[in-house]
């Protein structure tokens, strides 16, 4: 019986030995784990919600009108100016047809308001003419009326004393009198050819006020011409740039609106990582800091980079319904901030094969 009972007592001593040992060995293990992570955590900031992002370009199209044709599939790689799809044009060359028309008839109107002036132009110098012959012969007019007026003067001295006879008065009298009525009918004359002369100017006038609104509408008519023109480029939708067609949802002898967004292009020229820190990660965060990144994606991969940017407001700011602390019980939540990071290793070939969306563990050095 001493037997079993020292048997039962030593294995009761080894297992609190074994107890021992392995407490300690998790005592220390949890210390070592605890102060490791401690250390690490003075010198860096860590967060898993963070993805990959690249610029994606929307298709819109500027016109509205029935697609014929497309030319892309989807995932499929479009270089800028790739033909995407087309729309039916018919219309629009219709209008370019009945722009090219009008501008042809505002021409046509100019060329015949110059025409019109010219003919102005061309029957004023004769006018002007007659004005300055008018003036000359009135000149001439009142040199004879002064001589005639001379003359019956002293005709009329003369047949006071009865030096002349009758009829010798009678003319120097009827002289005068001619005298006076044809520089009355010289003075009508150029009356009526500055009439004509001033009418002919405010005609003149006209047809430059119509050449003026004529070359307007031409102007005018120009500009429609080329919108027309324009408008019917837009029925060819090319790609903006070099990049990746999303899933294209398009068909054939479907109706697109101007300005809606029909499918995406994701450009090739750059790629990078928004990670949303905590607002008590963010304080020790700055601009330049080196970060390790890994994708889940290729793991066991690191990538380099560096803390290029952060936003100018938490993510809840730009949501569609930001929060309104002021309304309600409030309850507070640690927000997020979203911090850029751009990729610094040239040489990595596996960055161009990340895609948007990939979500990324990562790991900034704060020293």
């Given at each position: 019986?001493?037997?079993?009972?020292?048997?039962?007592?030593a294995?009761?001593?080894?297992?609190?030995?074994?107890?021992?040992?392995?407490?300690?060995?998790?005592?220390?293990?949890g210390?070592?784990?605890?102060?490791?992570?401690?250390?690490?955590?003075?010198?860096?900031?860590?967060?898993?919600?963070?993805?990959?992002?690249a610029?994606?370009?929307?298709?819109?199209?500027?016109?509205?009108?029935?697609?014929?044709s497309?030319?892309?599939?989807?995932?499929?790689?479009?270089?800028?100016?790739d033909?995407l799809?087309?729309?039916?044009?018919?219309?629009?060359?219709?209008?370019?047809?009945?722009?090219?028309?009008?501008?042809?008839?505002?021409?046509s109107n100019v060329?015949?308001?110059?025409?019109?002036?010219?003919?102005?132009?061309?029957?004023?110098?004769?006018?002007?003419?007659?004005?300055?012959?008018?003036?000359?012969?009135?000149?001439?007019?009142?040199?004879?009326?002064?001589?005639?007026?001379?003359?019956f003067?002293?005709?009329?001295?003369?047949?006071?004393?009865?030096?002349?006879?009758?009829?010798?008065?009678?003319?120097?009298?009827?002289?005068?009198?001619?005298?006076?009525?044809?520089?009355?009918?010289?003075?009508?004359?150029?009356?009526?050819?500055?009439?004509?002369?001033?009418?002919i100017?405010?005609?003149?006038?006209?047809?430059?006020?119509?050449?003026?609104?004529?070359?307007?509408?031409?102007?005018?008519?120009?500009?429609?011409?080329?919108?027309?023109?324009?408008?019917?480029?837009?029925?060819?939708?090319?790609?903006?740039?070099?990049?990746?067609?999303?899933?294209?949802?398009?068909?054939?002898?479907?109706?697109?609106?101007?300005?809606?967004?029909?499918?995406?292009?994701?450009?090739?020229?750059?790629?990078?990582?928004?990670?949303?820190?905590?607002?008590?990660?963010?304080?020790?965060?700055?601009?330049?800091?080196?970060?390790?990144?890994?994708i889940?994606?290729?793991?066991?991969?690191?990538?380099e980079?560096?803390?290029?940017?952060?936003?100018?407001?938490?993510?809840?700011?730009?949501?569609?319904?930001?929060p309104?602390?002021?309304?309600?019980?409030?309850?507070?939540?640690?927000?997020?901030?979203?911090?850029?990071?751009?990729?610094t290793?040239?040489?990595?070939t596996?960055?161009?094969?990340?895609?948007?969306?990939?979500?990324?563990?990562?790991?900034?050095?704060?020293?």
């Amino acid at each position: 019986m001493s037997t079993g009972a020292e048997n039962n007592a030593a294995g009761t001593q080894k297992k609190n030995k074994t107890f021992l040992i392995i407490l300690i060995v998790a005592v220390i293990a949890g210390g070592w784990f605890g102060i490791s992570k401690y250390i690490h955590g003075q010198h860096h900031e860590e967060t898993d919600d963070a993805q990959v992002e690249a610029n994606i370009s929307p298709v819109i199209p500027r016109v509205s009108g029935y697609v014929v044709s497309i030319r892309v599939k989807d995932n499929q790689r479009v270089k800028k100016g790739d033909t995407l799809f087309i729309l039916d044009d018919r219309d629009f060359k219709l209008r370019v047809e009945a722009a090219e028309a009008a501008l042809a008839t505002a021409e046509s109107n100019v060329a015949a308001a110059q025409a019109n002036a010219g003919a102005a132009h061309a029957n004023i110098a004769p006018s002007e003419a007659n004005v300055s012959t008018a003036d000359a012969q009135i000149e001439t007019a009142k040199i004879n009326l002064w001589r005639a007026n001379e003359d019956f003067k002293r005709y009329e001295n003369l047949i006071k004393d009865h030096s002349i006879t009758q009829q010798q008065y009678e003319q120097a009298l009827a002289a005068k009198q001619t005298a006076e009525k044809q520089l009355q009918v010289l003075q009508q004359q150029k009356a009526q050819a500055s009439t004509q002369v001033s009418a002919i100017g405010r005609q003149s006038n006209a047809t430059a006020s119509q050449i003026g609104v004529a070359a307007a509408t031409v102007k005018q008519r120009k500009v429609d011409v080329d919108d027309a023109k324009l408008n019917l480029s837009y029925t060819v939708v090319i790609a903006p740039e070099d990049g990746m067609v999303s899933k294209v949802n398009v068909q054939n002898g479907q109706f697109v609106q101007a300005g809606a967004a029909l499918f995406s292009i994701v450009l090739n020229n750059e790629t990078w990582i928004v990670a949303n820190f905590k607002e008590t990660q963010y304080g020790r965060i700055r601009e330049g800091q080196k970060v390790m990144l890994e994708i889940d994606a290729f793991p066991g991969h690191e990538f380099e980079g560096v803390v290029s940017s952060a936003s100018p407001a938490t993510g809840a700011r730009f949501a569609l319904l930001p929060p309104d602390n002021a309304s309600g019980n409030f309850v507070k939540v640690v927000q997020r901030l979203p911090v850029k990071i751009e990729f610094t290793n040239a040489q990595d070939t596996l960055v161009k094969r990340l895609k948007a969306g990939m979500n990324a563990d990562v790991d900034v050095h704060l020293d």
